[in-house]
């Protein structure tokens, strides 16, 4: 195999488990054997490629991954009540199917079922109305029974 086709072979690699799982860490390795396959296209020894494929990827690492991280990472965060003001379901009315225990419900809504929590106790089949969601689970609903919910308003 010649010394070009190899470092791309490596490069690729490298490339491709970052797309695959992406760290943000083997990418500036893809750099450093891009860096080794010019010197060998430059005729330069094996040694001389290794010291530019290990001095190119760590060097990129230690001084592009904190910025790149902080660009492409993403922010993450709870999310609450007010980050889904127009969710579908706010408002909604359905049954609930069953206790799940821990305080926790199935309600079917338009066909759907849906995890749900209530302040109070409630039994198996009567009318509830979504009033919310729980902190950081905008799957899991709160829910209120139907003449509880009409009285409120």
Sequence with gaps: MSGPLFWLIVALVFLGIELAAPHLVLIFFAVGALGALCADVLHASVAVQLVIFLLISFSSLL?????????????????????????PLLGRQGVLRQELGSGLYEVEIDGSFWRARSASPLASGCRVTVTGFEDGDPLLVRVEPLQSFEQKK
């Design 63 to 87: 001084l592009l991954r904190k910025r790149l991280r902080s660009i492409f990472g993403g922010k993450s965060r709870k999310t609450t009540d007010r980050d889904v003001p127009d969710h």
